[in-house]
């Protein structure tokens, strides 16, 4: 177990709604990163904090946004779901920006 | 534009055969590399590095600075390899993105 943590396991919401996805990083790794796993396009980097701070952006649409809160979890919200977001969204985290990632089990949405 | 290709989305081998797992990549400056894998039902983990020049699991995988590559090889492929891999450069430059391959889904068939 590599230690981070992804809640909820999954999620199935319908066209139009809001979800929060939440991920807890390992003890001591400061950075995280957020990713979309789906058939067609494979893993997809989102977004990337370090200790609170927006660090590097990726393909990720305006209605997705995230966060990394004073103790170091962070939160993705995706908004205006559509049928496309259905995915597995992964969470990872790192001890500093270039180091080895730990990958969350990911959160699987199902939009209806 | 830095990018990373992995030209095969899908290789089927058999058991014992060797396999190869292309990786491309087009960035400035010397990017540091990894290859991740995901098995079944199972969460990305790294497999190997190429700073750390190891062998994991029987993969090995150099860095072709001139053809700009870095491909995962195994000599004698087993049924536990099956799974997706992805290549993942870093780059040194501060700031800048993880950004993974494609993803390649290795098939060992018995």
């Known amino acids: 177990d590599s230690g981070v943590t992804q809640t909820p396991k999954h999620l199935i919401t319908a066209t139009g709604q809001r979800v929060t996805l939440r991920c807890s990083p390992r003890s001591g790794d400061l950075s995280v990163y957020w990713y979309q796993q789906s058939l067609d396009q494979g893993l997809q980097f989102l977004i990337q904090?370090?200790?609170?701070?927006?660090?590097a952006k990726g393909n990720i649409l305006e209605r997705f946004s995230a966060q990394q809160f004073p103790d170091l979890h962070s939160e993705l919200n995706l908004s205006s779901l559509e049928l496309g977001d259905s995915a597995l969204y992964f969470c990872?985290?790192?001890?500093?920006?270039?180091?080895?990632?730990?990958f969350g089990p990911g959160t699987r949405l199902t939009v209806l | 534009a830095q990018r990373v290709t992995q030209p095969e989305k899908l290789l089927s081998v058999f058991k014992g055969a060797p396999v190869e797992l292309k990786c491309n990549y087009s960035?400035?400056?010397?990017?540091?590399l990894f290859w991740y894998v995901q098995y079944s039902r199972q969460r990305l983990q790294l497999l190997l590095r190429h700073i750390s020049r190891e062998s994991i699991k029987g993969f090995t995988a150099d860095l072709n600075k001139g053809e700009t590559s870095f491909h995962l090889k195994k000599p004698f492929a087993q049924e536990e390899d099956s799974a997706m891999y992805y290549c993942a450069p870093h780059s040194d430059n501060a700031g800048n993105m993880l950004t993974f391959g494609g993803g390649t889904r290795l098939m060992v068939k018995p």
């Open positions: 990872a985290s790192s001890v500093a920006i270039h180091n080895e990632q730990f």
């Open positions: 904090y370090y200790n609170g701070e927006e660090r």
């Open positions: 960035y400035s400056g010397s990017p540091e």
